[in-house]
């Protein structure tokens, strides 16, 4: 099995195997599933289009990890849902609030391990916090 606490980057197929702490709202369970290229808003600043990728199917490997001085982590991973993503950087659902600035490494679709840094943080439901982040160089 898996170690949750290890320093190795987890597989596609380890992924399904992480621990995952997303309580999606009730009322998502329909219509949860959402693909394809997302609409900008009116108020959008993003630099990138997005694309939609929201499904029970669309978990990543999310890496915990100490980055801030005032918020030890230990170092694990976990399961999360990509929500969207586009060049500049990703959207997610986690079942636990990270804060800005924080930088994670995350196991993407394609299996690759990018490091990202955390832009924004928003409390969807008690188990539910959408994630905005943004690509960076290691």
């Known amino acids: 099995m898996l170690d949750r606490h290890a320093d190795t980057v987890p597989t596609l197929a380890g992924i399904e195997r992480l621990p995952c702490s997303v309580g999606l709202p009730a009322a998502?369970?329909?219509d949860f599933e959402l693909r394809g290229p997302?609409?900008?808003?009116?108020?959008c600043r993003r630099r990138f289009p997005r694309i939609r990728c929201r499904g029970k199917g669309c978990r990543v490997a999310l890496e915990h990890r100490s980055t801030?001085?005032?918020l030890?982590?230990?170092r694990a991973w976990f399961a999360v849902y990509l929500?969207?993503?586009g060049r500049g950087g990703l959207g997610l659902l986690?079942?636990?609030p990270l804060y800005p600035k924080e930088r994670l490494r995350v196991v993407l679709l394609d299996g690759k391990a990018r490091q990202i840094e955390i832009v924004r943080c928003e409390r969807v439901d008690e188990h539910c916090f959408r994630i905005g982040a943004r690509f960076v160089e290691s």
């Open 28 to 30: 998502w369970e329909d």
């Open 72 to 74: 030890p982590r230990a």
């Open 83 to 85: 929500v969207d993503f």
């Open 38 to 43: 997302a609409a900008p808003l009116p108020d």
């Open 94 to 96: 986690h079942g636990e």
């Open 68 to 70: 801030l001085p005032s």
